[in-house]
Each structure stands twice: as structure tokens, then as C-alpha cells.
């Protein structure tokens, strides 16, 4: 009799409309899966951030070097070109790999890896790429070349950056007339 009673009750509680015991009874599983879902996100997101930063002394020194090359030759940076070994031939003949970057007055410059003594990989390239724009305030991109896949990365520097959002902002409003 007791137990048809509860049963009554229960069903006149949905009726109503109130399922606060239900909702009560969900919320470990909910949060459970939310904080599951951010634990890996933040971890994507700070291996994603690990991968382009130096990752032993050579690689440390080979930014270092870099940087203040740019900083020395072209203090009025305004964007670079990092390739990896035997990728692009650089200035001198060799496949040695470069980073080509220009100043504000439109001069170019050549930091050749093979006169300094560096082969650079693929990935060296990119987290140079990432040190180089991440010290002048810009970003990285990489650079395709005709279909063949990534050749090399792009430093972009901040005038590029905003000259970018310019252009879009005119095309966005072009396509509104």
C-alpha cells in the first residue's frame, strides 16, 4: 500500500512539471563530460603551443641568432620567409636553407642556415617561423608553393597583418552595396 502511495505521488510530481530530482540526480554525469571536454582542449591547446617553441639548446640558439640578425641588418622588420634545408636554393647556390625577411624601406635580406653551420628541418623551420613573428608582434603562416605542399613558413608582420584586415574589411563592404 505504502509503496502504491509513493508511486502516486511520483507520478503527480511529473505532472506538474517539477523534475528537480532528476535534474539533481544528472548533474555529476553533466559535469563530468564538460570537464572531461576542457581537460582536453587546454591540453590540445598547450601541446599545440609546445610544438612551436625551441625544443633543445641548438634550436634556442638558432632563434636567438636569427632574431638578432633581423634585428641588426633590418630593425624596421617587416616580414620573413623561413625554409628549410634542401628545400630552396638559396642566394649562394646551396640548398642549404634561408630565411629571407625585408625591412620597412623594402630591403631584402639573407640569413643563409648552411654558411652558419645549421641543416633545419621542416619543423625547426615553423617554430623559428613562430619565434620570429611571436618577438616582432606578428604571426606565422606556412608557405605553398604550386600545389606541392608546404615549402617553407611565413613570418607576417603587424603592418602586413593590419594592411589584411584592411583589404577584407573593403571587400566585405564591396559585396554589401
Not at 2 to 16: A, F, H, N, V
Not at 48 to 62: I, T
Not at 89 to 117: M, N
Request: glycine share 10%; hydrophobic share 35%.
Amino acid at each position: 500500500m505504502i509503496y502504491y502511495e509513493q508511486s502516486i505521488s511520483r507520478d503527480s510530481e511529473r505532472k506538474g512539471g517539477c523534475f528537480v530530482n532528476e535534474y539533481i540526480q544528472a548533474l555529476p554525469g553533466i559535469l563530468f563530460w564538460v570537464g572531461l571536454f576542457v581537460v582536453l582542449r587546454v591540453t590540445r591547446k598547450k601541446r599545440e603551443e609546445a610544438s612551436r617553441r625551441p625544443k633543445n639548446a641548438a634550436q634556442r640558439k638558432l632563434v636567438d641568432d636569427v632574431i638578432a640578425t633581423i634585428e641588426r641588418t633590418a630593425p624596421d622588420f617587416d616580414g620573413a620567409a623561413v625554409y628549410p634545408s634542401g628545400v630552396v636554393k638559396s642566394s649562394d647556390g646551396s640548398y642549404g636553407g634561408c630565411v629571407i625577411f625585408e625591412s620597412l624601406r623594402g630591403d631584402k635580406f639573407e640569413y643563409d642556415f648552411g654558411a652558419h653551420g645549421y641543416v633545419v628541418s621542416e619543423g625547426t623551420a615553423m617554430t623559428l617561423a613562430s619565434e620570429i613573428a611571436k618577438h616582432f608582434g606578428g604571426e606565422y603562416r606556412p608557405i605553398r608553393e604550386h600545389g606541392s605542399g608546404i615549402v617553407g613558413y611565413g613570418a607576417i608582420s603587424p603592418r602586413q597583418l593590419a594592411k589584411e584586415r584592411e583589404q577584407k574589411r573593403r571587400e566585405d563592404s564591396l559585396k554589401r552595396l
